[in-house]
């Protein structure tokens, strides 16, 4: 394994184990991840954020959630709230999450998701990793 990616491994293997955990305990019932069930109150959403919070203090990121901070270049005024930032204790920067549930399944992350991306690529704390994570479901025909 090329040693760039074991933080980013170790990181997607936790969320993995704690994702399924949570699925088996039914914290996340499965029909949540099958339609627009989970949707309602962002319950989802926010039990996501949960496992994404649990997955980075289980591997001592300092985690911060829904903080934000705005871009340094002059034009973009809007303050940038990435759902879950991992932090070492340096600090640096290590993962900004991003996470869409099943009712963000449209043509947003070209220009709401990326655009964010290209947006900080030139903020104070770039991230070491970025990740867009979204469940998609089909509907039924």
């Known amino acids: ?10 990181f997607m ?3 993995a184990k704690n994702l399924s955990s949570a699925i088996n305990r039914d914290i ?6 099958d ?22 203090d289980a591997l001592d990121y300092v985690v911060e959630i829904d903080s934000g901070f705005k871009y340094s270049i002059a034009d973009k005024a809007r303050q940038f709230r990435p759902d879950v930032q991992l932090w070492t204790k340096e600090p ?5 999450v991003e ?35 979204y469940t998609f479901w089909t509907a039924p025909l």
């Open 13 to 15: 293997n936790t969320l």
């Open 92 to 96: 640096k920067l290590q993962f900004l």
């Open 99 to 133: 996470y869409e549930g099943t009712n963000s399944q449209d043509s947003r992350i070209l220009w709401k998701d990326l655009q964010h991306y290209y947006d900080s690529t030139d903020c104070k704390y770039p991230p070491k990793y970025w990740l867009i994570l």
């Open 1 to 10: 394994m090329e040693k760039k990616l074991v933080e980013f491994d170790r």
């Open 35 to 56: 339609g627009q069930e989970g949707s309602k109150e962002r319950m989802l959403h926010g039990r996501m954020l949960w496992i994404l919070a649990k997955t980075g």
């Open 28 to 33: 996340i019932p499965s029909k949540w991840l």
